[in-house]
């Protein structure tokens, strides 16, 4: 198993630390590794276009954006060339 030691954490970091894991009933260390584990989950995880659009417009499909016209403007009609 590796070892890690972290110095110079933030009092009140620390005592967040021990009052979650008091709270879990875990040791501080088996807090640390479950967190680094869903942290390691979490930045491992994909995410599509797709899934950043469902996440943020919901799984109803998003917004309606209306009838689509071809480029923003009207095809120009050229009048008949006089045949000679």
């Known amino acids: 198993m590796a070892r890690l030691t972290v110095r110079q954490i933030d009092r009140a970091d620390k005592e967040w630390l021990q009052n979650e894991a008091a709270r879990q009933q875990l040791s501080m260390e088996e807090l640390v590794r479950r967190l680094i584990h869903v ?19 919901g799984p109803q499909g998003g ?14 009609t050229f009048p008949e060339a006089d045949a000679p």
């Open 39 to 57: 942290k390691r989950q979490q930045s491992m995880e994909k995410s599509s276009p797709s899934d950043i659009v469902r996440r943020h417009f």
């Open 63 to 76: 917004i309606d954006l209306g009838e689509r016209r071809r480029f923003g403007f009207d095809m120009p």
